[in-house]
Every structure is written in C-alpha cells, then in structure tokens.
C-alpha cells in the first residue's frame, strides 16, 4: 500500500477517489430518499454531450461536462414540476437525447470512440493535478451544501407538500438537489465513468439503509462506505491490473451483498425483540 505512494498520478488517483466517494453517497442519499436513484444515470448521459462538445471546441472536456449536466438537471426538474411529465419518462427524454448528442459531436469533433472511453469508465489515474483542483472545488461545494442544508434538503425529500406548507422553499430546493447532481456526475466520471457513475451515488446509500434505520446515520455511513469503496477500487485495480471504475463498483456492490442479509438479521432480531 505505502509504494502506492511513491507515485504521483496514484496520489492523485488516490485523492480523487477520496472526494469522490465523499461526494457521490452524501447527494445520492437524497436522490434515494426522494425516490429518482436513476437521476445520476441520466444526467450521465447528458454529460456525455458536455464532453463531446469540450473536444469539438477544445475546451476542457470537464468544465463543458458541468455545463451541460446541470442545463440537463434542470430541465429534468423542470419537466417533472411544471408539465406533469413523470420522473422516468423526464429521464429517458434525456438519456436518449444525451447520448445522441455525444455520439453527433464526437463524430464532427473527428474524434473516435475509443476517445471517450476515460468518461464512459472512468480513467482515474490519468487525472492530473489540474483536474484533481477541480474535482476537489466541486466536491468542496457539493459536501459543503449537501451537509450544510441538510435539515432543508431532507425535509423536500421526505415530504415535498409538507416542506411547502410549512414554508419551506420546496421547489428552490428541489432545483438545488438536482443542480447537486448533475456537479456530483462530472465529479465523478474521471473515477467511476459517466455510465457507472449512478451506482457509486446509490449502491453505499442502499448498503447504508440494510444497516441502520435514521436518515442522518445512513448519510454518513454511505459516505464511510463510499470512501471505502473507491480507495479499495482503486488499490486493487493497481495490484489487479484492472480498470478501476468497474472495480470500484463492484467492491460497492459486493458490500451490499454482505450488507442485506446482515440488516435482514437484525429486522428479524427487532421485530421479535417488540412485544
């Protein structure tokens, strides 16, 4: 583990997977708790357009992805809210469009495939130390939000109505959580990729919910977990020789497969422990 260290691009991998996995639990947890898991897929594959678009103007592939992510988070917000448009059907609207605007870019951008494969699944120990300041300011702003208004954010997520009438700005919030999304996913694609993205928002929340039964316990154990998670990912993809996106989330989801039958166990225990 300490050689790990001898190295500059595995400090940075190492670095960038620590804010990631902080980042990543800490918004996912109200996206589960608000019922859209899938939003960070989505806004995935609208990013994809943002990359394509930072390689056809030769623009920063990461700033551009921000952009249109959170263009697309809000449109999607804005569809569910204002047009009665359901939450998936808003989803796939983008996820579609998404793709086919990454796809058309690339292709004017004169760039192959095989170009996109560092955003589609993540390339991790490729960051460098200008993209490693970027990710830390936007995981910096998401963590600061997403644990700062967490009585506000949780409070829209568990009852948007309630929140309302009891004056709560649902609806600048729920914005709020949406933008927090789309700037988690650009975060996050130099780590996990654009198209695993969405599980590393959502798996250590899910593992989280098996072990405990308060909102506050399971955000920050989904953001142990998460951390967790991406530094084992990327250790071992080092010594595995294995890409370390998909490692990343398959050591999260072997944690939740050792995670459910535990928190089935201790349900049973409670429910038998009540009279």
Known sequence: MLQLLDYDFMRRALLAAFLTGLAAPSIGTYLVQRRLALLGDGIGHIALTGVAL???????????AVLVAVVGALVIELL??????????????????????????????????????????????????????????????????AVGLWPQLFAVCQ????ARVSGVPARAYGLLIAVLAAVTVTV?????????????????????????????????????LGVAASLAGVVTS???????????VLIALAGFAVAA??????????EGAVP
């Open 238 to 248: 080092f010594a595995a020789n294995t890409a370390p996106g998909p490692t990343i």
């Open 80 to 145: 569910r809210t204002y047009t009665g448009t359901s939450g998936d059907v808003a989803l796939a609207l983008l996820f579609y469009g998404g793709i086919a605007g990454g796809v058309l870019l690339v292709g004017l951008a004169g760039e192959s495939a095989a170009s996109l494969n560092a955003y589609l699944f993540g390339a991790i120990t490729t960051v460098s130390a200008g993209d490693l300041q970027i990710v830390a300011g936007l995981a910096g702003v998401v963590l600061l939000l």
């Open 159 to 162: 009852d948007e109505e309630h």
């Open 188 to 224: 996050s694609m130099r780590t996990v990729g654009l198209l695993l993205v969405s599980a590393l928002m959502v798996v250590p929340v899910a593992t989280a919910q098996q072990l405990t039964r308060s909102f506050r316990t399971t955000f920050g154990l989904a953001m142990v």
């Open 261 to 270: 039958p535990v928190g089935a166990l201790l349900t049973r225990n409670h």
């Open 54 to 64: 930072g390689l056809l103007t030769g623009r920063a592939p990461l700033l551009t």
